[in-house]
Structures are given as C-alpha cells and as structure tokens.
C-alpha cells in the first residue's frame, strides 16, 4: 500500500525558499501513469493545487506560482521535493504531498509551513 | 483555466437528512477527470468519488457523485454524524496539464 510522507522546514523567513520533501513508501515513484503533486491549504482557507512532476520528470505548475515553484525527483531516495521561492506570509499553510492520475488517491498528512521572521 | 464554483457555501442539515452539493464548472469538464473529495478538521482530503459517479475504495454507498459537461452533483443519501465535513470537486485539465479545486462546501449538523 503507498504511503506519502512530507517532511522539511516548519518555519522559514520572508523573502527565503520553502523546502519540503515528499517520501515514497510501498511503491516506486518511477510507475509510469501517475503524477506526484504538491497541493497547500492556508489557515482556514480551501486547497490550491501547486504542480506536480510525473515519472519521466516532466513538471507541471499552477500558473500562478509556477515564477517561484520547482519541483524534482530523486529515484534514488524514492521521494520528490518542493521548492518555492521568494515566500512571504501568504504563502503560510498545510502542504500536502498527493499521488494523482486525474484524481488523487493517496495522500500525505500534511505538514504546516510558516512563513515570519 | 477552468474555474470551479461549489454551492452551497455551507449546508445545515440533521443526520438522516439528504445532501446535495454542486459544483459548477467555467467550461466543459472530462467526466474521466472530474472528482469530490471529504476533508474533516487537521486531516488531508480523502477521496470519494473519481470519474464523476465512481466511489473510492471503502466509500460507503450513500455516496453518490453525478453530471457531465459543465454541472456536477455529490449526494449523501442519509446523512451519518461522520459525514458532517467540507467537501471540494476537483477536475483534472490536460491542456495545460493542471488540476483545480472547487472553494469547498461545509456541511454542518
């Protein structure tokens, strides 16, 4: 059964990058058909979808953070990462890490990012 | 960009009551790609129904997803006191490739 986990930086300051990382479990992150997406949820707010990167690396982004998104691979950790540029307070939320094929199946706790000085 | 709009905002109802919640799109949507979703308080999202009208693994059958084209609907046929959650749509674009969450749906007791 895969399992997604997220780990990395709960507090990063303006102005910096936002690291997260998303680990594999119970299955290969190089399956081809899936994608492997960030999405975040800001305090009291709905989910935005981020982008997602598939087996091949093709990456994909929301237009509307794709200036300031990267998201990469690495097959030999079995996980994917998320980086994002530039932050500042609107950018504090839960971010989830999801495994997708048009909808998304499985997904990880979430772990809170906040962004202040 | 397809912008999705779920109404109600929010919906008070008791347990036994039916819901009904919509979820209108901006432009046609792939029925294959349209998806709800149930999220309770401090837990991730978890998958209901996927291609428009097909229940996740272990999704009780008083849920029920419908609609094509523009307009999609997710009934709960009899409301349970676990049910009571926001509920999003989610479709699935491959031109650009993108996903898109509807604004969510409380509903509350």
């Known amino acids: 059964q895969l399992q997604l986990q997220e780990s990395g930086s709960g507090l990063v300051k303006p102005s910096q990058t936002l690291s997260l990382t998303c680990a594999v479990s119970?299955?290969?992150?190089?399956?081809?058909?899936?994608?492997w997406n960030w999405i975040r949820q800001p305090p009291g707010k709905g989910l935005e979808w981020i982008g997602y990167?598939?087996?091949?690396?093709?990456?994909y982004y929301n237009p509307s953070l794709k200036r300031r998104v990267i998201i990469s691979l690495d097959r030999s950790k079995n996980q994917f990462s998320l980086k994002l540029s530039s932050v500042t307070a609107a950018d504090t939320a839960v971010y989830y890490c999801?495994?997708?094929?048009?909808?998304?199946?499985?997904w990880g706790q979430g772990t809170t990012v906040t962004v202040s000085s | 960009e397809i912008v999705l709009t779920q109404s109600p905002g929010t919906l008070s109802l008791s347990p036994g009551e039916r819901a009904t919640l919509s979820c209108r799109a901006s432009?046609?949507?792939?029925?294959?790609?349209l998806a709800w979703y149930q999220q309770k308080p401090g837990q991730a999202p978890r998958l209901l129904i996927y291609?428009?009208?097909n229940r996740a693994t272990g999704i009780p059958d008083r849920f029920s997803g419908s609609g094509s084209g523009t307009d999609f609907t997710l009934t709960i046929s009899r409301l349970e006191p676990e049910d009571f959650a926001v509920y999003y749509c989610?479709?699935?674009?491959?031109?650009?490739?993108?996903?898109?969450f509807g604004q969510g749906s409380k509903l509350e007791i």
């Open positions: 999801a495994l997708g094929s048009g909808d998304m199946d499985v």
């Open positions: 119970g299955g290969s992150i190089s399956s081809g058909g899936y994608s």
């Open positions: 990167i598939d087996y091949s690396g093709s990456t």
């Open positions: 432009q046609s949507v792939r029925s294959s790609y």
């Open positions: 291609g428009a009208f």
């Open positions: 989610q479709q699935y674009g491959d031109s650009p490739p993108m996903y898109t």
